[in-house]
């Protein structure tokens, strides 16, 4: 650790070598409706020459960097708006703030409207990571976990699981709104969405109370392009590849106060593998040995489509609705060989042939109103969602002998239903300039219910009967209420700070049908959080954080539904765990050189009554993998990433460095190590529409409780193309192309056993997109637009 806090003193020092540079801040508001004008285009010019630019963020808020003493000119322009020229900006020694700076609507007809924003690939903002996705070729033709590994501090490994600076315990927003597959797996979620339509992603590592307490190492929203133009106009996108092939299009139309848009697509995937086991285990003096390969190849499959629309009642009243549907499907076949062998038993060879499903439809509805007044920045909202969801699995299997004769068959059903409805109050108020309150109210109101029924058959025959030991029908019912208070302040002395509370009441009742004894709950937790910040001279800015957050446990941790579809080995959940709490605190530090850029964060997070994965073993050497609270979990690190730009060509990269340690008492185990994930993204721009771009990362080995697993490396390059007067863009990217598969190694052991693996991913790839843009339109401001955003569940794996 040493090494590490001497690196972040060099970097401090390294900002003092630079000229003296003075920040230029304010507001962009309408003239007419009082609101932000977010995305507005910010220019800072002296004699008429360009120095620097910059766009506004969702309050409408500016800041200006390169400045120094002198005199000079600030000019505002947004599409839909009247050109605005600040004349005799004079700066001194000290920050300069404009306040609020009123802009006002043009009726300009457009023919065609083609709008460029100049960001960078990464923004550090005040309390959040914004990765720009829209500006990266290489996602082209790719799903969302595609976009996710380029971003520094998240890992996601080749079966689509998502960490956060080590930890899964994370929340995934969509457009700041939940999806209730998340609840389920992350990984199929990502899968569905395709890396075109990806406008930004957010990384918010320290979230405000605001949010909602969930997400123990922080929250990643995904934020899908929108269109706010006047006219009918839309898109088409198309792409093909080894592992997968993707048809997306949306249609927007907007007259006056009325907008509505649409989007819909189908998506496919495709993958392959194989895996190695050889597991050794001695419960109670009896042993049993293992070998086990397997192969298993698998494609899916998801439709889904979106309608929204909003109405602006006036100038200060606006509603909303919107209507997701969706609809997929996931199929694996497994082909499992098993040489198995007990203490004075002679070694028993079979193969197992394993057919799995995973269905799963719903729909959500969102209704939204907001009111604005007259002073600017003050708002209320409320919020509701009501959704459905079904997620049903099964599978079927055929166990052979060494003679390839069946003697055993296997099927199961399960049915799942989750119903969730949720209201939510807010009210913002800008107490002044520099000062804002917030406040406000949400409840959650959840009931989940999950049927399932196992049956087989001996000796090959056709006819199953059920097995009632294995079957139960479980209900749950869940409802979070919650209220928060923040306080934010930037002050002209260069001072920031964003404290709040959260309280949040979680009721629980869970019933089962098949004998076992219902139970209930009831828990409050209160979640405080504060950050302070600091602007320094020359382009440095220092931020101080803390927050606690808790992690509840969802349905596919909580089913006790019990899948023996495997041989030798049984997967379920546990009704009875508790939730996590996390304690966090991080420092940042920023520095901006020229076209470049510097961030160090060095974090500390430790969890209590941590939820693991644990093996257990009986006597004839069946394991059981379930979830326990039952482990601490505590990891301190170092993020350091950075940017660059000379000329045409753009670069930016990060190391991630940290150290895990997890210990349980109650297993006598105790595992830890040094972790690290380094990447790296450049992009060279030819002119004429072409461009090129490289990406790439490695992980090294993750601990777990109870053993670990190897590294592994990923990288990518793509092209892109504009034709038919920048209509339309042609793609086309390779992925790992230098080797056809890789393997990852793993190492698993306790009291009673021990465990290797060796695992082969099937991950080189090509993809070949087209994309195309259509449509007359006028330009028409944007406003902004707020919805539900319940972040507080813990997703399976």
Same mark, same amino acid.
């Given at each position: 650790?040493k090494?590490l806090l001497?690196c972040t003193l060099l970097l401090?020092?390294?900002?003092?070598l630079?000229?003296q540079?003075?920040?230029?801040?304010?507001?962009?508001l309408?003239?007419t409706?009082n609101?932000?004008?977010e995305f507005?285009?910010?220019?800072?010019l002296? /004699?008429?020459?360009?120095?620097?630019?910059t766009?506004?963020?969702e309050?409408?808020?500016?800041?200006l960097?390169k400045?120094t003493k002198g005199n000079?000119?600030v000019k505002?322009?947004?599409v839909g708006y +009247?050109?605005?020229?600040i004349n005799n900006?004079?700066?001194?020694n000290?920050?300069? /703030?404009?306040?609020?700076?009123k802009?006002g609507q043009?009726a300009q007809?457009?023919?065609?409207?083609t709008?460029v924003e100049?960001k960078?690939?990464?923004?550090e903002?005040?309390?959040?990571l914004?990765y720009?996705a829209?500006?990266?070729?290489?996602i082209k033709?790719?799903?969302?976990?595609d976009v996710l #590994?380029k971003?520094?501090?998240?890992a996601v490994?080749?079966?689509g699981?998502?960490?956060?600076r080590g930890?899964?315990?994370?929340?995934?927003l969509?457009?700041?709104k939940?999806s209730?597959?998340?609840?389920?797996?992350?990984?199929?979620?990502?899968?569905?969405?395709?890396?075109?339509d990806?406008k930004?992603?957010?990384v918010?590592?320290s979230? =405000?109370?605001?949010?909602d *307490?969930?997400?123990?190492?922080?929250i990643?929203?995904?934020i899908?392009?929108?269109n706010?133009?006047q006219?009918?106009?839309?898109?088409?996108?198309?792409?093909v590849?080894?592992?997968n /092939?993707?048809?997306?299009?949306?249609?927007n139309y907007?007259?006056k106060a009325?907008?509505i848009?649409? +989007?819909?697509?189908?998506n496919?995937?495709? $993958?392959?593998g194989?895996?190695?086991?050889?597991r050794?285990t001695?419960?109670e003096?009896?042993?049993s040995?293992l070998?086990?390969t397997?192969?298993?190849?698998?494609d899916?499959?998801?439709?889904y489509g979106t309608?929204?629309a909003?109405?602006?009642?006036?100038s200060? $009243? +606006?509603?909303?609705?919107s209507?997701?549907?969706?609809?997929?499907?996931n199929g694996?076949n497994?082909?499992?060989?098993?040489d198995?062998s007990t203490?004075?038993v002679?070694?028993?060879y079979?193969?197992r042939?394993?057919?799995?499903i995973y269905?799963?439809?719903?729909?959500?509805l969102?209704l939204?109103?907001?009111?604005?007044?007259?002073k600017?920045r003050r708002?209320?909202?409320?919020?509701?969602?009501?959704s459905k969801?079904?997620?049903?699995s099964?599978y079927?299997?055929?166990?052979?002998n060494?003679n390839?004769?069946i003697n055993?068959r296997?099927?199961?059903?399960n049915?799942? *239903?989750n119903?969730?409805?949720t209201?939510?109050l807010?009210f913002?108020n800008p107490?002044d300039s520099v000062s804002?309150?917030?406040?406000?109210?949400k409840?959650?109101?959840?009931n989940v219910?999950?049927d399932y029924?196992?049956?087989n058959?001996?000796?090959?025959?056709?006819? &199953?009967?059920n097995v009632?030991a294995?079957?139960?029908?479980?209900e749950?019912?869940?409802?979070?209420a919650s209220?928060y208070?923040t306080?934010s #302040?930037?002050?002209?002395?260069?001072?920031g700070?964003?404290a709040?509370?959260?309280?949040?009441h979680t &009721?629980?009742? *869970?019933?089962?049908?098949?004998?076992?004894?219902?139970f209930?709950n009831n828990?409050?937790?209160?979640?405080?959080?504060?950050s302070l910040?600091r602007s320094l001279?020359?382009?440095?800015?220092l931020?101080i954080?803390y927050?606690?957050?808790?992690?509840r446990?969802?349905?596919?941790y909580?089913n006790?539904y019990?899948n023996a579809?495997?041989p030798?080995?049984?997967?379920?959940g546990?009704?009875?765990?508790?939730p996590e709490?996390t304690?966090s605190a991080e420092?940042?530090y $920023?520095?901006?050189?020229?076209?470049?850029?510097?961030n160090?964060?060095?974090f500390?997070?430790?969890?209590?009554?941590a939820?693991?994965r644990?093996r257990?073993f009986?006597q004839?050497?069946?394991?059981?993998?379930?979830?326990?609270?039952i482990?601490?979990?505590t990891?301190?690190?170092?993020t350091?990433?950075?940017n660059t730009k000379i000329?045409k060509?753009?670069a930016n990269g990060a190391?991630n460095?940290?150290?895990?340690?997890?210990?349980s008492?109650?297993?006598?185990?105790?595992?830890?190590?040094?972790m690290? +994930?380094? $990447?790296?993204n450049?992009?060279?721009?030819?002119?004429k529409?072409?461009?090129?771009?490289? &990406?790439?990362?490695f992980?090294?080995?993750?601990?777990?409780?109870?053993?670990?697993v190897?590294?592994f490396a990923?990288?990518?390059?793509? &092209?892109?193309k504009?034709i038919?007067?920048?209509?339309?863009?042609v793609?086309?990217?390779f992925d790992?192309?230098?080797?056809p598969?890789f393997?990852?190694?793993?190492?698993? =052991?306790?009291?009673?056993?021990?465990?290797?693996?060796?695992?082969?991913y099937?991950n080189?790839?090509w #993809?070949?997109s087209?994309?195309?843009?259509f449509?007359?339109?006028?330009?028409q401001?944007?406003r =902004?637009?707020?919805?539900?955003s319940n972040?507080?569940?813990?997703s399976? /794996?």
């Amino acid at each position: 650790m040493k090494k590490l806090l001497l690196c972040t003193l060099l970097l401090g020092a390294t900002g003092s070598l630079f000229a003296q540079k003075i920040k230029i801040t304010g507001f962009v508001l309408d003239s007419t409706a009082n609101k932000p004008v977010e995305f507005a285009t910010v220019a800072l010019l002296k /004699d008429n020459t360009p120095i620097e630019g910059t766009t506004a963020d969702e309050r409408g808020k500016f800041t200006l960097t390169k400045a120094t003493k002198g005199n000079y000119q600030v000019k505002i322009t947004f599409v839909g708006y +009247r050109d605005k020229i600040i004349n005799n900006v004079k700066t001194e020694n000290e920050d300069l /703030d404009l306040g609020v700076i009123k802009i006002g609507q043009s009726a300009q007809q457009l023919q065609e409207v083609t709008v460029v924003e100049q960001k960078a690939l990464f923004e550090e903002k005040p309390d959040r990571l914004v990765y720009n996705a829209e500006k990266d070729i290489t996602i082209k033709g790719g799903n969302a976990g595609d976009v996710l #590994r380029k971003i520094p501090s998240i890992a996601v490994d080749m079966d689509g699981n998502v960490e956060l600076r080590g930890s899964a315990n994370i929340k995934v927003l969509i457009n700041n709104k939940p999806s209730n597959l998340m609840a389920r797996s992350i990984a199929d979620v990502l899968k569905q969405i395709p890396a075109d339509d990806i406008k930004q992603i957010e990384v918010i590592t320290s979230p =405000s109370a605001k949010y909602d *307490a969930e997400g123990t190492a922080g929250i990643i929203n995904i934020i899908t392009k929108k269109n706010s133009i006047q006219g009918i106009n839309g898109n088409a996108d198309l792409s093909v590849g080894r592992w997968n /092939d993707r048809m997306n299009g949306s249609v927007n139309y907007r007259q006056k106060a009325i907008g509505i848009s649409a +989007r819909g697509g189908f998506n496919r995937w495709r $993958n392959q593998g194989g895996n190695e086991s050889n597991r050794v285990t001695n419960v109670e003096g009896v042993s049993s040995a293992l070998f086990q390969t397997t192969t298993f190849r698998g494609d899916g499959e998801n439709g889904y489509g979106t309608i929204s629309a909003d109405w602006d009642i006036d100038s200060l $009243n +606006r509603m909303s609705a919107s209507l997701n549907l969706y609809d997929g499907k996931n199929g694996m076949n497994f082909d499992y060989l098993n040489d198995y062998s007990t203490q004075g038993v002679t070694n028993q060879y079979f193969t197992r042939n394993l057919y799995r499903i995973y269905d799963w439809q719903g729909n959500t509805l969102n209704l939204d109103y907001t009111k604005t007044f007259k002073k600017p920045r003050r708002e209320f909202n409320v919020l509701t969602m009501f959704s459905k969801e079904g997620e049903d699995s099964f599978y079927k299997l055929d166990q052979a002998n060494e003679n390839k004769a069946i003697n055993y068959r296997e099927k199961s059903t399960n049915y799942s *239903a989750n119903y969730e409805g949720t209201v939510q109050l807010d009210f913002t108020n800008p107490l002044d300039s520099v000062s804002t309150m917030e406040i406000g109210v949400k409840s959650i109101f959840r009931n989940v219910k999950s049927d399932y029924q196992v049956a087989n058959a001996i000796d090959g025959s056709t006819n &199953f009967e059920n097995v009632p030991a294995l079957a139960n029908v479980f209900e749950y019912a869940q409802q979070v209420a919650s209220s928060y208070l923040t306080y934010s #302040r930037t002050s002209k002395n260069k001072w920031g700070i964003n404290a709040g509370v959260r309280y949040e009441h979680t &009721f629980i009742n *869970a019933e089962f049908l098949a004998g076992k004894v219902p139970f209930s709950n009831n828990y409050g937790n209160i979640i405080p959080n504060i950050s302070l910040s600091r602007s320094l001279p020359k382009n440095q800015k220092l931020k101080i954080s803390y927050t606690q957050r808790i992690q509840r446990p969802m349905l596919w941790y909580l089913n006790p539904y019990v899948n023996a579809s495997e041989p030798l080995m049984t997967y379920t959940g546990n009704p009875y765990l508790k939730p996590e709490l996390t304690h966090s605190a991080e420092i940042n530090y $920023n520095v901006y050189i020229k076209e470049s850029s510097i961030n160090t964060s060095l974090f500390m997070r430790t969890t209590n009554n941590a939820i693991e994965r644990i093996r257990t073993f009986d006597q004839e050497g069946v394991a059981t993998l379930a979830f326990q609270n039952i482990a601490q979990n505590t990891s301190y690190g170092l993020t350091l990433s950075g940017n660059t730009k000379i000329k045409k060509f753009t670069a930016n990269g990060a190391v991630n460095v940290y150290y895990n340690i997890l210990n349980s008492p109650a297993l006598q185990a105790k595992n830890e190590n040094l972790m690290y +994930r380094f $990447n790296v993204n450049s992009s060279y721009d030819f002119g004429k529409g072409f461009k090129a771009q490289f &990406f790439g990362f490695f992980n090294s080995p993750r601990v777990m409780l109870q053993g670990k697993v190897s590294g592994f490396a990923y990288y990518n390059v793509g &092209f892109q193309k504009e034709i038919m007067n920048k209509k339309a863009t042609v793609g086309l990217g390779f992925d790992n192309f230098l080797a056809p598969y890789f393997t990852q190694n793993g190492e698993f =052991s306790g009291p009673t056993f021990t465990q290797t693996t060796k695992s082969r991913y099937y991950n080189q790839g090509w #993809r070949l997109s087209f994309s195309y843009q259509f449509g007359k339109m006028t330009s028409q401001p944007q406003r =902004s637009k707020k919805s539900i955003s319940n972040d507080d569940k813990k997703s399976g /794996d």
